[in-house]
């Protein structure tokens, strides 16, 4: 008799919990550990590896220390970032990833290669790993794409396809600035 009055309650909690709580746990190694129930993340330090699948995408970051919210996932990273995904690298000093919007945001001394033969060495960039599009900010390219060693103020690059969306010379370009971990209004 119990279990009837119940069942429509489950059903409509089942029904009403958000998508996210379904996607996977990140797998999380690091030198140091700990997680902040008051802050709502861990803290990672030394050899700080995570990798974070959700619906089909995977990420991998590794950092010195990094904070990784697995509620809203969410991983801010500092000091000697490498983020993977697929064949693309990105080597930064500081990366704010968001799983739910597929999107790495990299800043200082970004380092992008490409197993197409691009590299490119640029302030910043904002790698979307669902669209593959990716707009840098004061860059300069060396490889296959013939714009070899020019600084550039924003592209937008299709790392999968190789091609160059958008390109300007001299523009006032956005400054991406990485969140606070503390102020993350989701958490």
Same mark, same amino acid.
């Given at each position: 008799?119990?279990?009837?009055?119940?069942?429509?309650?489950?059903?409509?909690?089942?029904?009403?919990?958000?998508?996210?709580?379904?996607?996977?746990?990140?797998?999380?190694?690091?030198?140091?550990?700990?997680?902040?129930?008051?802050? /709502?993340?861990?803290?990672?330090?030394?050899?700080?590896?995570?990798?974070?699948?959700?619906? /089909?995408?995977?990420?991998?970051?590794?950092?010195?220390?990094?904070?990784?919210?697995?509620?809203?996932?969410?991983?801010w990273?500092?000091?000697?970032?490498?983020?993977?995904?697929?064949?693309?690298?990105?080597?930064?000093?500081?990366?704010?990833?968001?799983?739910?919007?597929?999107?790495?945001?990299?800043? /200082?001394?970004?380092?992008?290669?490409?197993?197409?033969?691009?590299?490119?060495?640029?302030?910043?960039?904002?790698?979307?790993?669902?669209?593959?599009?990716?707009?840098?900010?004061?860059?300069?390219?060396?490889?296959?794409?013939?714009?070899?060693?020019?600084?550039?103020?924003?592209?937008?690059?299709?790392?999968?396809?190789?091609?160059?969306l958008?390109?300007?010379?001299?523009?006032?370009?956005?400054?991406?600035?990485?969140?606070?971990?503390?102020?993350?209004?989701?958490?």
């Amino acid at each position: 008799m119990k279990l009837t009055k119940f069942l429509p309650l489950l059903i409509l909690l089942i029904i009403l919990c958000p998508a996210r709580s379904f996607a996977d746990k990140p797998q999380i190694t690091a030198g140091q550990s700990y997680f902040d129930i008051f802050k /709502g993340y861990y803290v990672l330090k030394d050899n700080v590896h995570v990798v974070m699948s959700n619906h /089909g995408f995977q990420a991998t970051i590794s950092a010195d220390e990094a904070k990784v919210n697995v509620v809203t996932q969410k991983c801010w990273a500092t000091g000697k970032v490498k983020f993977t995904h697929g064949s693309e690298t990105f080597a930064c000093d500081n990366a704010f990833l968001q799983w739910k919007t597929r999107t790495a945001e990299v800043v /200082g001394g970004v380092k992008f290669n490409s197993p197409k033969n691009i590299k490119v060495s640029a302030d910043s960039a904002i790698f979307n790993w669902q669209t593959n599009v990716t707009p840098f900010s004061n860059l300069k390219m060396s490889g296959s794409l013939k714009l070899s060693n020019k600084l550039y103020s924003h592209v937008r690059y299709d790392v999968l396809e190789n091609t160059i969306l958008q390109i300007e010379e001299k523009s006032a370009t956005p400054q991406i600035v990485i969140p606070d971990p503390d102020d993350d209004s989701e958490g």
